[in-house]
């Protein structure tokens, strides 16, 4: 199945996309493949705001530098970090009983964070064009509360759908 039919998918049936992420014996390529899509799409996600900050502060840095230190971090050093969040989620589920595996607490959040990724979008995009207000918290809420929502159920999927 192409990944965008699956990211579809995520919104309605988590368990059963990660399910099937999992039988097709998904593995550490998998897993660094959704963490550098995501982090990359997060990064393009946030040039809009980072445009946006430079034409209403012209005395600010300029666009091209906030553009590369957000690659830098946002494609470099994030990816490291969501490692660590996997980690540590791990060792949450698996004091809680969990079943899984490191490899499986990866690809759930990865695969989370990969599947929110139009989400993302529109939030970078309401930042850009609209600015601060109701509209951008109104996304960042939205998004929040579908990551954590197929995060938990797709975690739940890797530990105790084993």
């Known amino acids: 199945m192409p990944i965008t039919t699956d990211i579809v998918a995520?919104?309605?049936?988590?368990?059963?996309?990660?399910?099937?992420?999992?039988?097709?014996?998904?593995?550490?390529?998998?897993?660094?493949?959704?963490?550098m899509i995501a982090c990359f799409i997060m990064w393009v996600s946030r040039l809009p705001s980072l445009q946006r900050a430079a034409f209403f502060d012209p005395d600010g840095a300029e666009f091209t530098t906030m553009a590369a230190v957000g690659a830098l971090g946002g494609i470099i050093f994030a990816?490291?970090?969501?490692?660590?969040?996997?980690?540590?989620?791990?060792l949450i589920a698996k004091a809680l009983g969990g079943q899984g595996t490191w490899l499986r607490a990866r690809l759930a959040l990865f695969w989370s964070l990969l599947a929110?990724?139009?989400?993302?979008?529109?939030h970078g995009l309401v930042a850009g064009f609209?600015?601060?207000?109701?509209?951008?918290n109104s996304t960042s809420l939205i998004g929040f509360v579908a990551f954590m929502a197929i995060w938990v159920l797709c975690l739940k999927e890797t530990e105790v759908g084993a």
Do not use: C, K, N, W
């Not at 049936?13 to 963490?35: K, T």
């Not at 609209?130 to 951008?136: D, N, V, Y």
């Open 79 to 90: 990816p490291i970090l969501f490692y660590g969040v996997a980690g540590l989620s791990r």
């Open 130 to 136: 609209i600015g601060t207000g109701p509209a951008l």
């Open 10 to 35: 995520t919104y309605r049936s988590p368990r059963r996309v990660m399910r099937s992420i999992l039988d097709r014996g998904a593995g550490e390529p998998q897993a660094l493949g959704f963490v």
């Open 116 to 122: 929110v990724s139009p989400l993302v979008m529109l």
